[in-house]
């Protein structure tokens, strides 16, 4: 959980100052995307491969890994970005409408993540072993979360 803290939450910073170019990093939206590393990058993950694994096989081939890839590019994917965008928005009190947001921008970032994480996930699952799993995701996603901030505070389209 500490990792999932430290990964979000690096990715927000290198979006505000790197991507945004801000002067100064925005606290609260920080300890938004913290909290968000805290619950759900470090903490359900790790449950997330456990299971996949429970229910496909720990196996590591081909075979296996479509499954795995399948289930969490077309199901996982969409409701986590979705929960992601919506996250910030809430708990950043967004002055935009977040059913204008998603409409608008949760298309273009999930294409946007079957770019990144289908060919990555395609190596965890046939490669990676369970236990380094949500390390080696977690080493994406400081670039990804650094996208994923970006885009859940700025218009994609």
């Not at 505000?16 to 913290?34: A, N, P, V």
């Not at 890839?69 to 409701?79: H, K, N, T």
Request: net charge positive.
């Amino acid at each position: 959980m500490l990792t999932g803290i430290i990964i979000t939450g690096g990715g927000d910073a290198i979006a505000q100052l790197l991507i945004e170019r801000k002067e100064s990093i925005d606290w609260h939206r920080f300890g938004t995307l913290c909290s968000y590393g805290l619950l759900v990058t470090g903490g359900v993950n790790h449950f997330y491969y456990k299971s996949l694994d429970n229910a496909f096989g720990a196996q590591l081939n081909i075979k296996t890994a479509a499954k795995k890839l399948v289930i969490d590019q077309c199901v996982l994917a969409p409701l986590e970005i979705a929960f992601f965008m919506s996250y910030c928005s809430v708990l950043n009190k967004s002055s935009g409408s977040l059913t204008e947001k998603l409409k608008t921008d949760l298309k273009p970032v999930v294409i946007n993540n079957y770019i990144v994480w289908i060919p990555a996930q395609i190596l965890n699952f046939t490669y990676i072993p369970e236990k380094l799993r949500v390390l080696y995701t977690c080493i994406i996603c400081m670039g990804w979360n650094s996208y994923m901030s970006w885009a859940s505070h700025n218009s994609v389209s």
